[in-house]
């Protein structure tokens, strides 16, 4: 009904970039928010950043000054870029989405399949 395919993800050196992209398609009335979290191997999943309708934004504190999250409205896409990645940036990051699938219903929240980051000292 709902899909996130996330793409962007891979193999970076220590002080490189990334940009992730999440496009959500199917049957979307609109969407509250969207978001990325991330798991890394061992850990819970955590968090990363996520922007509200409109430009609100908030990031978890291991990653502001370096990631930046944005959203194309017209594209229901939304991007993450990753600057000055270091070892423990590494894990998993998984896309999210808040919203509506229909005007009579609550919102719901939707997952991507995750995309692997791995950053390499």
């Known amino acids: 009904q709902v899909q996130l395919v996330e793409s962007g993800g891979g193999l970076v050196q220590a002080g490189g970039s990334l940009r992730l992209s999440c496009a959500a398609s199917?049957?979307?009335?609109?969407?509250?928010?969207m978001g990325w979290c991330r798991q890394a191997p061992g850990k819970q999943r955590e968090l990363v950043a996520r922007i509200i309708s409109g430009s609100t934004t908030m990031y978890a504190e291991s990653v502001k000054g370096r990631f930046t999250i944005s959203r194309d409205n017209a594209k229901n896409t939304v991007y993450l870029q990753m600057n000055s990645l270091a070892p423990e940036d590494t894990a998993v990051y998984y896309c999210?989405?808040?919203?509506?699938?229909?005007?009579?219903?609550?919102?719901?929240?939707?997952w991507g399949q995750g995309t692997q980051v791995t950053v390499s000292s």
């Open positions: 199917g049957s979307i009335v609109s969407i509250n928010a």
């Open positions: 999210n989405a808040d919203l509506y699938v229909s005007q009579f219903t609550l919102p719901r929240i939707f």
